[in-house]
């Protein structure tokens, strides 16, 4: 049926307060998320603060014909979910949408340095795979992959998919909800508010479901959180623009990031800075991160952690008594402990400590989360590496196409797996001492292709230099000198920091995030480094397959803690289980057993109406804890 009033919308809509006059004074220019180049551009017709006023009214409608509560865009203080489905209605609404064009921002296909965009008429002639409704990244100069034909619909999905094509969805919504089998599903998944869902003729589409928003952060990874943020935002890009005497009207750059996906940084060119200065500064001076590389996309973090923080993760691992953390020689894999003869450090693990805890939180904010989620990372990894100790160049992204393990690690679809990674690096080596940190699909900064070093030369001239004489002619070990002496590496420093993706923004692996640890040859390196997921990796709503059999991995001082409210307390029939401060699930009397996967040293919090009624702290008391209240 027609959308019945649409027609009058914009005339009737409210005058803006003043508070919202600060959005019509920039233009907004939007990007899908972690790609320089925009998508969309707005202003030669409505005015922001228009086509949010207009988006309220087309929500309420949807969401009081559907049995939802209202939104207000002039609720300077609504929650950033409302906030994220009213920016992304008020962008592409077919009745007063913000962007010119109304079918920008679609889907597109990757490859391993860029993205190349793929509009609807360009799409005659593509695979089947990339022909349609695609969120995919193939690498077309390598065989065909397992994982490219694994994005599960069940026949349900399919029609409902098939429904927004053919009812002419906006490209956009199909860009921010791509579908239960490529969403992964993160404990605030049930704030997301839904979207009507309707065609740019501004019908409804029969047989759709409502759609859910994407999420926006600026170009320095913050997220978007209200209407009143979104203004000062605003007002903050129009100072700047007056401080430089623009010539034209002041640009506010959004990042549009899909349901269920995390922010990445989009890097335009090697040398790029990125001024993090809404973050809280733990030195003197704030966080900023310098491009290193394009392909990878790896980025030096500056002034992010001080000497005395590295010093004390040090003294921790070198203290740490526990079988599970205590240091020892480095294993790999996700399952259980297993030695590997080409990563040859000791590593140690710490998952509590007050700085280890500062350091996490604090690598949660800087990749764009908004809250700390202790379920999508691992515990920090210490590492030390003494002279001729090395770890061959590898992925951190976990290969399991075969499906071997009980955890949906298919991160392009629903399963999780590492994402982005953090590493520290506690120590100064000496001059020429190795134990840089090498990318081998990269090249070295500026460096021309003619210039590039094969590797039968490079190991030609680490030989010739005497470098190669601690290792056994072409052992891995000297195999890795020679690459770390012509391929893009970082040297370590006291208190420096890197970040590197190991996946595209749709979740894909980034073939080209494969590193190692090039060879210590003087000296004692120390480092450490934090795993960053694309989705939870344990507790409720960790993906799992049904088959496969289960070979999860021995994690250190594992609990599964179980809790319940067993009393029928009057005051406690609204009591809600929180991990520290994230929402975990309820506790209503008589509701069944929580089960959570824990550790030593997490805090879980019961509260009732926003304030706390009890802590309790993991300890060593068996494998399977029992909470009550």
């Known amino acids: 049926p027609a959308v019945v009033g649409r027609a009058d919308a914009a005339a009737d809509v409210p005058p803006a307060p003043l508070e919202h006059q600060a959005l019509d004074g920039v233009r907004v220019v939007l990007h899908r998320n972690g790609e320089v180049r925009p998508c969309g551009v707005g202003g030669a017709g409505r005015s922001l603060s228009e086509a ?21 865009s002039r ?10 489905a009213l920016l992304t209605l008020a962008l592409v609404s077919s009745v007063g949408g913000y962007l010119d064009d109304p079918g920008a921002c679609h889907a597109v296909k990757y490859d391993t340095e860029l993205a190349v965009d793929k509009s609807e008429g360009d799409r005659d002639g593509l695979p089947d795979e990339l022909g349609g409704d695609t969120f995919e990244m193939f690498d077309s100069a390598d065989p065909e992959e397992p994982h490219q034909s694994r994005v599960e619909r069940d026949a349900e999905e399919e029609s409902l998919r098939q429904a927004l094509t053919d009812g002419g969805a906006p490209l956009l919504y199909k860009f921010c909800d791509a579908g239960k089998a490529r969403t992964v599903v993160f404990s605030d998944h049930g704030e997301n508010v839904p979207l009507p869902p309707r065609g740019t003729d501004g019908r409804a589409i029969a047989g759709a479901p409502s759609l859910l928003p994407c999420h926006f952060h600026t170009r320095e990874g913050m997220r978007i959180r209200s209407l009143a943020h979104l203004a000062d935002v605003a007002r903050a890009t129009s100072a700047v623009c007056r401080a430089q005497e623009c010539a034209d009207r002041p640009e506010l750059h959004l990042y549009a990031v899909p349901v269920g996906r995390l922010f990445m940084f989009a890097p335009a060119y090697v040398g790029e800075v990125f001024a993090l200065d809404h973050l809280d500064r733990p030195l003197a001076i704030p966080l900023s991160l310098t491009v290193l590389s394009l392909s990878p996309r790896v980025l030096e973090v500056h002034n992010f952690f001080s000497g005395e923080e590295a010093d004390d993760i040090v003294q921790r691992a070198l203290t740490e008594t526990s079988e599970t953390h205590r240091l020892k020689r480095s294993s790999t894999g996700r399952s259980g402990y297993n030695v590997n003869p080409t990563r040859t450090s000791d590593n140690a693990f710490d998952t509590h400590s007050k700085t280890a805890m500062d350091i996490k939180k604090r690598c949660f904010s800087m990749l764009g989360f908004f809250n700390y989620e202790d379920e999508v ?6 590492l030390r590496y003494n002279q001729t100790t090395a770890y061959i160049d590898h992925m951190d992204w976990i290969d399991d196409y075969s499906r071997t393990q009980t955890s949906n690690m298919e991160s392009w679809a629903v399963g999780t797996n590492r994402f982005a990674t953090v590493l520290l690096y506690m120590t100064d080596l000496p001059e020429d001492g190795g134990g840089e940190t090498v990318f081998t699909e990269g090249w070295p900064v500026g460096q021309a292709p003619a210039d590039h070093v094969a590797l039968p030369e490079a190991l030609g001239s680490v030989r010739d230099s005497g470098a190669a004489a601690l290792f056994q002619k072409n052992s891995w070990q000297e195999k890795m000198l020679a690459k770390c002496t012509t391929r893009l590496s970082y040297t370590p420093r006291r ?15 980034d073939k080209a995030s494969q590193h190692g640890g090039c060879p210590v040859l003087d000296g004692e390196k120390w480092a450490a480094n934090l795993w960053v997921w694309n989705g939870p990796r344990f507790g409720p709503h960790a993906p799992l397959f049904d088959g496969g059999e289960n070979k999860d991995e021995e994690l250190p001082n594992a609990v599964t803690g179980q809790f319940q409210n067993v009393k029928k307390i009057p005051a406690l029939d609204r009591a809600q289980l929180f991990f520290e401060d994230t929402f975990w699930g309820n506790m209503y009397p008589g509701d069944p057993v929580l089960g959570v996967n824990t550790f030593w040293g997490h805090r879980w919090n019961v509260k009732v109406d926003g304030k706390i009624y009890k802590t309790w702290v993991i300890g ?10």
């Not at 990372?377 to 210490?382: A, E, K």
């Not at 060593?620 to 009550?628: A, I, L, P």
């Open 52 to 72: 949010m006023r207009i988006a309220e009214s087309e929500l309420l409608e949807f969401r009081q014909r559907h049995g939802f509560g209202g939104v207000d």
């Open 75 to 84: 609720n300077l203080d609504a929650p950033m979910y409302e906030l994220d």
């Open 620 to 629: 060593d008391n068996g494998k399977t804890q029992r909470f009550t209240i």
């Open 377 to 382: 990372s691992d515990g920090l990894q210490v």
């Open 495 to 509: 208190a420096g920091a890197v970040l590197f993706y190991s996946q595209h923004p749709n979740g894909e692996p």
